[in-house]
């Protein structure tokens, strides 16, 4: 395994950075962040080879996990991993392309409810495939202990995360 002195090293050569990291947890956050920028990259290429994007294909996984019920709209928009505007363009490309259903909410005029349509369903059938096959290679790539170690710390880190956004909150 990488030593820590190693992997600092190494970022630092990646990300151009012209001077030592202040602390083990700078380097961590930096490269979490490169790591974010090669998988935005990654899924890009991937997801456009099938003409979508990432945020469709999370559109998609999202509606297909909650078949059994419609979303409303603003709910299926919290629940993808990626802004605003991007769900919103997520969900409107969607929608041209027939890949979901959209029926008035009957509790509120104002909102709309959204499903996986038959389209839409096939759609991420011809994907989900190769994705999941991607990420097994990815987790060849990995020893199993360091992708455990990961999900920990990334769950403790973003619990982190949520506090410290409560506090900043005005």
Known sequence: MLTTKAAQDALQQEISLRRKFVSL??????????TQQHLDRLSE?????????AAQFN???????????????TELADLLV????????AIARARRLGWIRR???PK?????MVSLSTKGASALDRVK????????????????EQ????????????????EARKGTQP
Request: avoid cysteine.
């Open 103 to 105: 029926s008035p909410d």
């Open 59 to 73: 559109l998609l996984m999202i509606l297909w996990d909650h078949r059994g019920r419609p979303l409303q709209q």
């Open 25 to 34: 947890e700078e380097s961590v956050v930096l490269s979490l962040l490169h």
């Open 108 to 112: 509120d005029g104002r909102a709309w």
């Open 45 to 53: 290429t991937f997801f456009r080879g099938y003409g979508m994007t």
């Open 129 to 144: 495939g190769p994705y999941y096959r991607l990420l097994a290679q990815g987790a060849k790539a990995v020893p199993k």
């Open 147 to 162: 992708w455990q170690a990961a999900l920990g710390f990334l769950h403790s880190f973003r619990g982190f995360l949520r």
């Open 82 to 89: 990626v802004n605003r505007a991007s769900a919103g363009e």
